[in-house]
């Protein structure tokens, strides 16, 4: 039984519905489908995202993107009544009580703009604010041939990236890298690199708890100038893009294979770890139990059990947890593996 009284006040593991701001992009479907869902009688084909766990809103297109708790509190007023609950008191000390990570599901219904996202220098010198955007990809679904694009094959100069936003053509595509993906990958992106998702791709997103995104390539989006370049004049928004080169063994050191983790482990290069950790927990040699941490959980196949010190809950794919430090150690058994994506360690 819940507590109702309780509950408003102390961090408490919540199963949470979709949250699917409307975007400029086409998608949506295969996040309902994932979820298990029909897709809302509304759906208009333009819900491509879904955010976990949000605190942040769009910096655009409405400003939608806070998650809501079952009830209707909205997770930063849950967040400020306990703070150390959710948390845990080495996370607040260090980052406050704020989760530091911003988690989404994402459907590619078409390809997405090439596009960047600042730095944390960046950001904190020309937009007031202390995150920047590195993001992360971990691939559970995709096409054949699915392919993404990150960072320029060549160094190019100033004035070359300027030449390419300026002509609004397919060669900034094609200046980027293009790497296939498939189910069972993940892609760490750098802030300041370019990158764009191509059509038919479900990710699991991590992100610092930001929309900043200049978006290199917006005229056939449709998108306004302001909202493309951040509200900066277009120079001073372009010096945040790396000009690369971005070599071939650089994109080694940005990928790995989540899908080849036995038990626990790390879905993401460990250079993602100053930003944000994706652990798949994935019981094969038995049941497998991890430590206490903030957690946006998501279940990406089969079904099994989640126990914690807030009792234990059968779970299958396409579920999406939030979990507090106050759970506790969790116990995963089953036939199933989950993702845990969490802030930095504290
Ligand atoms: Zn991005």
Known sequence: MTDISTSAVHATTAALAT???RRFYRGGERIFAFRGLEAPSDFDGYRPEDWIGSTARLFAEGGGGVTT????????????????????????ARFGGDPNLLTKL??????????????????????????????????????????????????????????????????????????????GDAVLVPAGQPHAIGEGVLILELQEPTDFSVMLEHKRFGLELDHA????????????????????????????????????????????????????????????TVGAAYAAVVVVDGHGTFTSAHGAREVRAGDVLLVPFAAGDVTVSGDVTLIRCMPPAP
């Not at 708790?69 to 703070?83: N, T």
């Not at 010096?239 to 063994?249: F, L, R, W, Y």
Request: net charge negative; proline share 6%; aromatic share 8%.
């Open 106 to 183: 994402l459907d590619s219904g078409e390809r997405l703009p090439v596009h960047s996202h600042p730095s944390r220098a960046f950001a904190t010198t020309h937009l007031d604010c202390d995150h920047g955007k590195t993001e992360a990809w971990i691939v559970l679904v995709a096409d054949p041939d699915a392919t993404v694009w990150v960072g320029f094959r060549d160094e190019l100069s100033a004035e070359d990236l300027a030449e390419l936003v300026d002509a609004q053509d397919d060669r900034l595509l094609e200046a980027l890298n293009p790497i296939k993906v498939s189910a």
């Open 19 to 21: 949250n699917t701001p």
């Open 229 to 288: 370049f951040l509200g900066l004049e277009r120079p001073v928004a372009l010096q945040s893009v790396d000009h690369g080169p971005v070599t071939g063994e650089r994109l080694e050191t940005l990928r790995r294979r989540w899908a080849d983790v036995v038990d626990f482990g790390s879905a993401l290069p460990d250079e993602a770890s100053a930003y944000f950790r994706a652990e798949v927990v994935r019981p094969v040699t038995g049941d497998v």
């Open 69 to 92: 708790l079952d009830g209707g509190r909205e997770l930063p007023d849950a967040f400020a009544a306990d703070a150390d609950g959710w948390f845990g008191e080495a996370h607040v």
